[in-house]
């Protein structure tokens, strides 16, 4: 019986899975699929599809389109759901940019109460964190960043003490860091940068999961002398451009995980004192510059061995450079400048074979610690030792620095020639020895130096000509040689150097014609150019200044046409232009987009001023005075909407002032003295608001009585009185000068001579004389 009815089960099993064989379960029995979303989690997302609508400017990125009922919400674009329950767990909409709006208290989004990641980023979202923000207790990832929030964060913000990433970054938030945020003991990444927090900073102290930490750019306004050594897990602390004071947190060297410390622009002052150090520390970037610390460098700097970019610039240390910062061993980028440093430069910094960057300019050291021994694996790249008190020979082991791609030996004293040596470095991309005492010839080493991008030596004692080789610098922006010696002809084969932005040789002893057809090529990427105080003479041709195209095309850096070949222009030296207007300097970042400048005064220029100056749209500056031009004013000025400054004094121009002129809203400077200029002057605010010494020596003219009158000035003898035809109408509208000046802010100056360059850190415009 036993054995029969094992055999009637045995027949069993075989029809069953005979069966099953042919009768396939579902995929469903063998493998379930993820439940459906839960009803209440899509319609809080139906809620807030409201505030996301369907469309958004960029086809790649997230959309709402799909959220609608008839699909599975956990198949809608940007939601997740759990794989067991079906409840939404994350919900990334990040660079939804046409969201524009707020989140109220009882918006969908604070339904989803299941939540672990979120990410709002850069969605156009605007107004108060709600206190419903506490509702998603579960959210372990948290971005609103790149969004205008504004107010303080809700203490409800506690509530989330499950996160471990937060980031606040670039919004509006104002106050405190709430105290509640206390609570966040297993946040390990804190962004709040960008914003206008003033206080908190004490609570960071519990986060003792922190391994990032970054509260840049904010207001903070305290010091930073609580305890931070408890945060063990802390790699990265970066609290620059606030208002933090105080001495420096030597706890967070106690830190044995912490890589970097980025402290400057601040108040911090004091000596610097590091205190207890960590036997272990992996500490890598340390940034106190823009601070008030002062006294001298600590020679401990030297016991944290990992150390491989240090930055200290723009406080106020003095004595000298402690000899153990040669022991750091991985150092690859130094910066003193801007102290009180003085006395000799180590030799043993040119003995590394890491460092790459070193700056030491804007301090007080007078020479080399002798002998100064370059090693044959020296890697430095940047040398920038200008504004010192260095009176010595130009430095023949530079040479050796075969790597160098920017030199900055300015405002020193070094004399002697520039050496032909200097050949050797042909990756050199910026020379500046400007303001030395440099003597003999600018050396013809550019077939070699095919980077080369800038170059100043102006105010040296050089003397000959020129350089032929130059021609090979096809990536040439600025050249300088204002103040020397240099005898020669106009260069009109830089004129093949499309992209030369900046060309200025004032004050020295250059001749004979600009204009020449068979050699005259054109400037086409001119912005700025000054060959004032030579001894040019010749007239220009009517269309002289036709393809100057950079002096009347609007670029920005994106569509700039010599962008793709200039490569990546992010080079230690920002350029800029200072200019200097009653004696208020005017930072204009950017030069080589913003600002246009022609300085052709002080030479032997005669025949008319060319009419294809007014194709100039974009220029800032003219300067043609002190030269024999005749003829009229070209109405075609008028056409320069941008003019600032136009001089053209002290020469024999004739007839009347176009009265277009009087239209340039941003003219704030004029002068048309010493000319042979009759009729009647323009009645605008602009011309009236000029002082009496502006239209003097020119006997013809009328209408000076108001302006005269005002500067305390008697006015000029009138031979007769002006023509009633020539009176402006009373109907014209006159530009309110100030109004104005306001509106344009920065670009308004005055002066009469576009001055010399100054290029170590910055290209600084003197207008005056």
Same mark, same amino acid.
């Given at each position: 019986?036993?054995?029969?009815?094992?055999?009637?089960?045995?027949?069993?099993?075989?029809?069953?899975?005979?069966?099953?064989?042919?009768?396939?379960?579902?995929?469903? !029995?063998?493998?379930?699929?993820?439940?459906?979303?839960?009803?209440?989690?899509?319609?809080?997302?139906?809620?807030?599809?409201?505030? !996301?609508?369907?469309?958004?400017?960029?086809?790649?990125?997230?959309?709402?389109?799909?959220?609608?009922?008839?699909?599975?919400?956990?198949?809608?674009?940007?939601?997740?759901?759990?794989?067991?329950?079906?409840?939404?767990?994350?919900?990334?909409?990040?660079?939804?940019?046409?969201? #524009?709006?707020?989140?109220?208290?009882?918006?969908?989004?604070?339904?989803?109460?299941?939540?672990?990641?979120?990410?709002?980023?850069?969605?156009?979202?605007?107004?108060?964190?709600?206190?419903?923000?506490?509702?998603?207790? *579960?959210?372990?990832?948290?971005?609103?960043?790149? #969004?205008?929030?504004?107010?303080?964060?809700?203490?409800?913000?506690?509530?989330?003490?499950?996160?471990?990433?937060?980031?606040?970054?670039?919004?509006?938030?104002?106050?405190?860091?709430?105290?509640?945020?206390?609570?966040?003991?297993?946040?390990?990444?804190?962004?709040?940068?960008?914003?206008?927090?003033?206080?908190?900073?004490?609570?960071?102290?519990?986060?003792?999961?922190?391994?990032?930490?970054?509260?840049?750019?904010?207001?903070?306004?305290?010091?930073?002398?609580?305890?931070?050594?408890?945060?063990?897990?802390?790699?990265?602390?970066?609290?620059?451009?606030?208002?933090?004071?105080?001495?420096?947190?030597?706890?967070?060297?106690?830190?044995?995980?912490?890589?970097?410390?980025?402290?400057?622009?601040?108040?911090?002052?004091?000596?610097?004192?590091?205190?207890?150090?960590?036997?272990?520390?992996?500490?890598?970037?340390?940034?106190?510059?823009?601070?008030?610390?002062?006294?001298?460098?600590?020679?401990?700097?030297?016991?944290?061995?990992?150390? $491989?970019?240090?930055?200290?610039?723009?406080?106020?240390?003095?004595?000298?450079?402690?000899?153990?910062?040669?022991?750091?061993?991985?150092?690859?980028?130094?910066?003193?400048?801007?102290?009180?440093?003085?006395?000799?430069?180590?030799?043993?910094?040119?003995?590394?074979?890491?460092?790459?960057?070193?700056?030491?300019?804007?301090?007080?050291?007078?020479?080399?610690?002798?002998?100064?021994?370059?090693?044959?694996?020296?890697?430095?790249?940047?040398?920038?030792?200008?504004? #010192?008190?260095?009176?010595?020979?130009?430095?023949?082991?530079?040479?050796?620095?075969?790597?160098?791609?920017?030199?900055?030996?300015?405002?020193?004293?070094?004399?002697?020639?520039?050496?032909?040596?200097?050949?050797? +470095?042909?990756?050199?991309?910026?020379?500046?020895?400007?303001?030395?005492?440099?003597?003999?010839?600018?050396?013809?080493? !550019?077939?070699?130096?095919?980077?080369?991008? +800038?170059?100043?030596?102006?105010?040296?004692?050089?003397?000959?000509?020129?350089?032929?080789?130059?021609?090979?610098?096809?990536?040439?922006?600025?050249?300088?040689?204002?103040?020397?010696?240099?005898?020669?002809?106009?260069?009109?084969?830089?004129?093949?150097?499309?992209?030369?932005?900046?060309?200025?040789? *004032?004050?020295?002893?250059?001749?004979?014609?600009? $204009?020449?057809?068979?050699?005259?090529?054109?400037?086409?990427?001119?912005?700025?150019?000054?060959?004032?105080?030579?001894?040019?003479?010749?007239?220009?041709?009517?269309?002289?200044?036709?393809?100057?195209?950079?002096?009347?095309?609007?670029?920005?850096?994106?569509?700039?046409?010599?962008?793709?070949?200039?490569?990546?222009?992010?080079?230690? $030296?920002?350029?800029?232009?200072?200019?200097?207007?009653?004696?208020?300097?005017?930072?204009?970042?950017?030069?080589?987009?913003?600002?246009?400048?022609?300085?052709?005064?002080?030479?032997?220029?005669?025949?008319?001023?060319?009419?294809?100056?007014?194709?100039?749209?974009?220029? *800032?500056?003219?300067?043609?005075?002190?030269?024999?031009?005749?003829?009229?004013?070209?109405?075609?000025?008028? #056409?320069?909407?941008?003019?600032?400054?136009?001089?053209?004094?002290?020469?024999?121009?004739?007839?009347?002032?176009?009265?277009?002129?009087?239209?340039?809203?941003?003219?704030?400077?004029?002068?048309?003295?010493?000319?042979?200029?009759?009729? !009647?002057?323009?009645?605008?605010?602009?011309?009236?608001?000029?002082?009496?010494?502006?239209?003097?020596?020119?006997?013809?003219?009328?209408?000076?009585?108001?302006?005269?009158?005002?500067?305390?000035?008697?006015?000029?003898?009138?031979?007769?009185?002006?023509?009633?035809?020539?009176?402006?109408?009373?109907?014209?509208?006159?530009?309110?000068?100030?109004?104005?000046?306001?509106?344009?802010?920065?670009?308004?100056?005055?002066?009469?001579?576009?001055?010399?360059?100054?290029?170590?850190?910055?290209?600084?415009?003197?207008?005056?004389?």
């Amino acid at each position: 019986m036993m054995i029969r009815s094992q055999s009637y089960c045995f027949r069993g099993i075989i029809t069953i899975s005979f069966f099953f064989f042919l009768n396939p379960l579902p995929n469903t !029995f063998a493998s379930p699929t993820r439940p459906l979303c839960r009803h209440d989690q899509r319609d809080a997302l139906l809620e807030l599809k409201k505030v !996301f609508p369907s469309h958004t400017l960029n086809d790649d990125l997230v959309t709402t389109l799909s959220w609608n009922k008839s699909v599975d919400c956990c198949s809608w674009g940007g939601v997740t759901c759990d794989d067991m329950l079906g409840e939404v767990i994350s919900l990334k909409l990040q660079s939804y940019s046409t969201a #524009n709006t707020s989140l109220n208290s009882t918006s969908g989004l604070f339904k989803l109460h299941h939540l672990r990641h979120l990410d709002l980023s850069d969605c156009s979202l605007h107004g108060e964190i709600p206190s419903s923000i506490g509702n998603l207790s *579960r959210l372990t990832y948290l971005d609103l960043s790149f #969004n205008q929030f504004i107010g303080e964060i809700p203490p409800s913000i506690g509530n989330l003490n499950q996160l471990r990433y937060l980031s606040l970054w670039s919004n509006d938030f104002r106050g405190n860091i709430p105290t509640s945020m206390a609570n966040f003991t297993k946040l390990s990444d804190l962004n709040l940068k960008g914003n206008q927090f003033t206080g908190g900073d004490i609570i960071l102290a519990n986060l003792t999961s922190l391994s990032e930490l970054d509260l840049s750019f904010n207001h903070f306004k305290s010091s930073l002398s609580v305890d931070l050594s408890r945060l063990q897990n802390l790699e990265r602390f970066i609290g620059n451009e606030n208002s933090f004071f105080g001495p420096f947190p030597s706890s967070l060297l106690m830190i044995s995980s912490l890589k970097m410390i980025s402290l400057d622009r601040n108040h911090l002052e004091g000596p610097l004192v590091f205190g207890n150090m960590s036997s272990s520390s992996k500490l890598r970037s340390l940034d106190v510059s823009y601070n008030k610390f002062g006294g001298l460098i600590p020679t401990s700097l030297s016991k944290l061995q990992s150390l $491989y970019s240090v930055d200290l610039s723009h406080n106020n240390f003095v004595g000298q450079v402690p000899r153990s910062i040669s022991s750091l061993v991985d150092l690859s980028s130094l910066d003193l400048s801007y102290n009180k440093l003085e006395g000799e430069i180590p030799y043993l910094l040119w003995r590394s074979s890491t460092l790459w960057s070193l700056k030491l300019s804007h301090n007080i050291f007078s020479s080399f610690n002798k002998p100064v021994e370059v090693v044959d694996g020296a890697s430095i790249r940047e040398l920038n030792l200008g504004s #010192n008190s260095l009176q010595v020979p130009f430095p023949q082991w530079i040479c050796k620095l075969k790597d160098l791609w920017a030199l900055d030996l300015s405002n020193n004293r070094f004399t002697g020639s520039i050496p032909q040596c200097l050949k050797n +470095s042909t990756s050199l991309s910026e020379l500046r020895l400007q303001n030395n005492s440099l003597s003999g010839f600018i050396p013809d080493v !550019f077939i070699n130096l095919t980077d080369l991008r +800038s170059l100043d030596v102006s105010h040296n004692n050089l003397v000959g000509k020129l350089p032929r080789s130059l021609i090979h610098c096809k990536l040439m922006r600025l050249l300088n040689v204002d103040g020397n010696k240099i005898n020669d002809t106009f260069p009109f084969w830089l004129g093949s150097l499309e992209i030369l932005k900046v060309l200025v040789l *004032r004050s020295n002893a250059f001749h004979g014609p600009v $204009y020449n057809p068979t050699e005259y090529i054109g400037f086409r990427g001119l912005r700025i150019i000054n060959i004032a105080t030579n001894n040019f003479f010749g007239s220009l041709s009517q269309d002289y200044f036709a393809n100057w195209t950079q002096m009347y095309m609007v670029w920005s850096n994106e569509d700039s046409p010599e962008s793709d070949s200039m490569g990546d222009d992010s080079h230690m $030296y920002e350029d800029s232009i200072d200019l200097v207007y009653k004696g208020v300097e005017t930072d204009f970042t950017r030069i080589f987009q913003a600002f246009k400048a022609i300085d052709f005064s002080g030479n032997r220029f005669r025949g008319h001023i060319p009419g294809s100056i007014g194709e100039l749209s974009e220029l *800032r500056f003219l300067n043609l005075s002190g030269n024999a031009f005749t003829g009229n004013i070209p109405p075609s000025l008028a #056409n320069i909407t941008n003019l600032e400054a136009l001089d053209l004094s002290r020469n024999n121009l004739s007839g009347e002032i176009p009265q277009g002129l009087g239209k340039l809203s941003f003219l704030s400077y004029i002068n048309f003295s010493h000319n042979h200029l009759q009729g !009647f002057v323009p009645q605008t605010t602009q011309f009236q608001s000029q002082k009496c010494s502006s239209f003097m020596g020119n006997s013809g003219l009328f209408g000076l009585e108001k302006i005269c009158k005002e500067n305390h000035v008697n006015v000029p003898v009138l031979t007769s009185q002006p023509p009633k035809e020539s009176l402006p109408d009373p109907k014209e509208p006159v530009l309110n000068w100030i109004a104005a000046a306001i509106a344009f802010g920065p670009g308004v100056f005055c002066g009469l001579v576009l001055g010399h360059i100054f290029t170590s850190y910055k290209h600084e415009w003197f207008i005056a004389r």
